[in-house]
């Protein structure tokens, strides 16, 4: 069965503290793994779409990587903006959907 | 550019009303449309999904339909809502097996 395991299920970082979100899946033949982000009360914006492993991408102080196992969210000097639940889903091959798991919750205290 | 527009934002609704959830999707032509669920501390679960008019597809068997009466216009209803349909519903699309951008959702409270 397909799954989606992220952690840590919450992390509350001080500004300026780097650190890292781990998503690991069990999905055979992945099809792309994303990264959203969502602010309370609104709906995912889309972040990442990753599609091998060795892949990496960048936007600000956000970057993702993929391995066969698992992906990273790394945030470099977190600022309170980047508050938010970052919620990582997989495709299936053959799969029309996402499958999502059920996030992390990131505090950046000023 | 596309967008994605839901509405209502919010909702309460009593035991039993019916349920009428619509989401249309500008700048694009036969996207996939999805309907989501979002329980508290739970991920999205997926309801229904659509690759063209008139077709759909159910993930989770349920209280609720989905209809796609024209190829940017997805609708998500009920004809009695039940307390364990609150929630926080959100619409997709995507074209096809790709990322899918979500509208901003609506919080349905069923009392």
């Known amino acids: 069965e397909d799954q989606v395991t992220q952690s840590p299920e919450a992390l509350r970082l001080q500004e300026g503290e780097s650190s890292s979100l781990n998503c690991s899946y069990t999905v055979s033949g992945l099809r792309g793994l994303f990264w959203y982000r969502q602010d309370p009360g609104k709906g995912p914006e889309f972040l990442f779409t990753?599609?091998?492993a060795g892949e990496e991408k960048e936007k600000e102080r956000l970057k993702a990587t993929l391995t066969k196992k698992e992906s990273f969210l790394h945030i470099t000097a977190p600022k309170p903006e980047d508050s938010a639940t970052y919620l990582c889903?997989?495709?299936?091959?053959?799969?029309?959907?996402?499958?999502f798991g059920t996030g992390t919750r990131l505090t950046v205290i000023p | 550019s596309q967008t994605i527009h839901q509405w209502p934002a919010t909702l309460v609704q009593p035991v039993g009303s019916p349920l009428s959830l619509e989401c249309t999707v500008e700048?694009?032509?036969?996207?996939?449309l999805y309907w989501y669920r979002q329980a508290a501390g739970r991920g999205l679960q997926l309801l229904f999904y659509s690759i063209g008019i008139g077709q759909i597809s159910s993930e989770v068997p349920q209280n609720l339909s989905a209809s796609r009466p024209q190829d940017r216009q997805f609708i998500l209803s009920s004809k009695k809502l039940l307390l364990s349909d609150s929630g926080f519903y959100l619409c997709a699309w995507s074209w096809g097996a790709r990322e899918a951008f979500f509208g901003q959702g609506t919080r349905l409270t069923v009392v």
């Open positions: 700048g694009t032509s036969n996207p996939n």
């Open positions: 990753l599609y091998s």
């Open positions: 889903a997989v495709q299936a091959p053959g799969a029309n959907n996402l499958f």
